[in-house]
């Protein structure tokens, strides 16, 4: 499954997409009359990373595929004198989203990854709190042209094709669009 980008303006058209709340991909310009297949599937890479007494950790990856949660503690370490930064995944209390939880003091940046590249953070600032993050199955597409931003196009269907379009309106000359088919 994957939603094809197209550019039928004449000028570059820089596409991001989101599943939810979750970006999916954030693409360089595509340029005029090109297109790119942006896979929808659901497999990414989450890490963590905080600061303790002036150190930066940074948790293994883990990979996810749907809903999850993640809890990011500091373990001692006793007998090397040390602490350990450590994620544990959860089941998520709802479907189509993903929470983000600490026990640690200071902040913690989750980083989602996609084929390696950091695509969204979440910073969980307090213990108490339960950062969610929306990853249900509409789709949410726009693209910046020259310089502007597109209307946000809505769509459901994993396997859409999203096409960046001049608008030949008289009343909107210069403006562009998006559309979608199939």
Known sequence: MSIILR????VDA???VKKGARIVSRLPAITPGAQLSVPTDDTYEVIATTLIDGNTYTSAPLEVSGSMGFLAQVLQVPAQGTYEFDVQEFPSNTA?????QKTCINPVTFTILKDGKPLQNVVVNDSTQ?????ISNTFYIYAV???????????????AVITATDNGSA?????FSLVTSK
Request: proline letters at 3%; hydrophobic letters at 25%.
């Open 171 to 175: 009343l909107e000359a210069g403006y």
């Open 130 to 134: 339960n950062q969610t993050l929306d």
């Open 14 to 16: 820089q596409y991001v």
């Open 7 to 10: 550019n039928t303006t004449n």
């Open 96 to 100: 189509e989203q993903l929470s983000f």
């Open 145 to 159: 042209i020259k310089g502007v931003t597109t209307a946000t196009l809505e769509t459901s269907d994993p396997d």
